[in-house]
């Protein structure tokens, strides 16, 4: 049996629409996510995934439907939430600010000796670097530097948008291993848009696939086992998820579901 902390519905999307200018980049998007859930956001250029992902954090006008965020079952206060964006906004070559300065923000009421943010610097591996000014960061220190300001907000909800663009490959593994760790450990419900498909469903535990509209949500499993999707997704693509998550035993090319 699900226990109700597990089972309570962390964010409720109900009929979502998003319109830039005439083009409707959101349609009629629903879709649930539960407290601890690990959902892979997935879809072709131009899906809406960044857009979604904005109207759930309050940064775009929506043009009807709901878009409801739970609160913490115990006190009743909205849940924390953690933002991984694409990229830095800031003119960064000309922010006066270090790598601990920035991440401090996360928790601008806490003493700045905060062990949270002491441990998200440590754990994006930028101890060595925490007085160096945010302008002489390369693109890979930087992705990190937004990791850890994400991590020092101690998140309850984690929202991450291409977070591994700019990683390179030693430390993207450390990044995925990462967020299982805290999505297993420490109960944090992660939304993650990706192309890296069948990274991704090596991790998640949910995938969601959108273009303008939901076009399938549920588990790997049911992914796998979809003959929908494999006519959707084209059935190599499919085959390459299901393996790399562990799922795909019987399912080679050409075979049913």
């Known amino acids: 049996m699900t226990s109700p902390d597990s089972a309570a519905v962390v964010l409720r999307v109900r009929d979502l629409t998003v319109r830039l200018g005439q083009v409707a980049v959101l349609d009629h998007v629903s879709f649930e996510v539960r407290r601890r859930d690990y959902v892979g956001i997935v879809g072709p250029n131009g899906a809406g995934k960044t857009t979604l992902l904005r109207a759930v954090l309050g940064l775009v006008p929506i043009e009807c ?3 409801e965020l739970g609160a913490d079952p115990s006190s009743g206060r909205r849940l924390r939430i953690g933002y991984l964006p694409q990229s830095f906004a800031l003119p960064l070559a000309r922010f006066p600010a270090s790598v601990r300065e920035i991440v401090e923000t996360a928790q601008p009421e806490a003493d700045a000796s905060s062990s949270a943010v002491q441990a998200a610097i440590e754990t994006v591996g930028l101890a060595a670097l925490e007085h160096r000014p945010v302008g002489m960061l390369s693109g890979g220190e930087r992705q990190r530097l ?10 309850e909800l984690l929202v991450m948008d291409e977070p591994t ?3 390179d490959p ?3 593994e450390q990044f995925y291993h990462l967020l299982d760790e805290w999505n297993t450990q420490r109960g944090t419900t992660m939304l993650l848009v990706t192309h890296d498909t069948a ?3 090596a991790h998640a535990r949910r995938l969601l696939y959108l273009d303008r509209t939901v076009v399938f949500y549920g588990t790997f499993e049911e992914f796998c086992a979809s003959e929908a999707m494999r ?3 084209g059935a ?3 085959h390459l998820i299901c393996h790399q998550h562990g799922v795909g035993a019987g399912f080679e090319a050409g075979a049913g579901p």
């Open 65 to 67: 439907g709901s878009i």
């Open 170 to 172: 030693a430390f993207r």
């Open 165 to 167: 663009t700019a990683l």
């Open 236 to 238: 190599p693509h499919q």
């Open 146 to 155: 937004l990791l850890a300001r994400a991590l020092a907000a101690e998140p």
């Open 231 to 233: 006519t959707q997704f």
């Open 199 to 201: 990274t991704i469903g």
